[in-house]
């Protein structure tokens, strides 16, 4: 197992912004991605980065979130941007060897996964 450890979540007013870091261990992964849950929902894909860096975003953070990852030093990032209350979730980082991008938002695509870090934007 190769770990996954977030960081970087916290608590924010609407319009504020954070940054998440995932730091990787072990050799470099074809796809990582930044998933979020809310107790008694389903875990939700927030955005992903391939290899060749492809950056398939969900709808509702497109604009505001980027994803970006360090090569070197085999981290990945989300910035946020225009925080809203509904972004209030825990987040996860995962990442995945198969090559491939169309089931990127699909939990089960993943082999890999951080504990969490929480995010809460207050209105």
């Known amino acids: 197992q190769v770990p996954l450890v977030e960081s970087g979540g916290g608590s924010v007013q609407a319009g504020g912004s954070l940054r998440l870091s995932c730091a990787a261990s072990?050799?470099?992964?074809?796809?990582m991605a930044w998933f979020r849950q809310t107790p008694g929902e389903e875990r939700e894909a927030v955005a992903a980065?391939?290899?060749?860096?492809?950056?398939p975003y969900t709808d509702s953070v497109k604009g505001r979130f980027s994803i970006s990852k360090d090569n070197d030093e085999n981290t990945l990032y989300l910035e946020m941007n225009d925080l809203k209350p509904e972004d209030t979730a825990m987040y996860y980082c995962?990442?995945?060897?198969?090559?491939?991008?169309?089931?990127?938002?699909?939990?089960?695509?993943?082999?890999?996964w951080g504990q969490g870090t929480q995010v809460t934007v207050s209105s």
């Open positions: 995962a990442a995945s060897e198969d090559r491939r991008i169309w089931d990127w938002h699909l939990p089960s695509r993943y082999n890999y």
């Open positions: 980065i391939t290899g060749e860096g492809l950056t």
């Open positions: 072990g050799p470099a992964h074809y796809l």
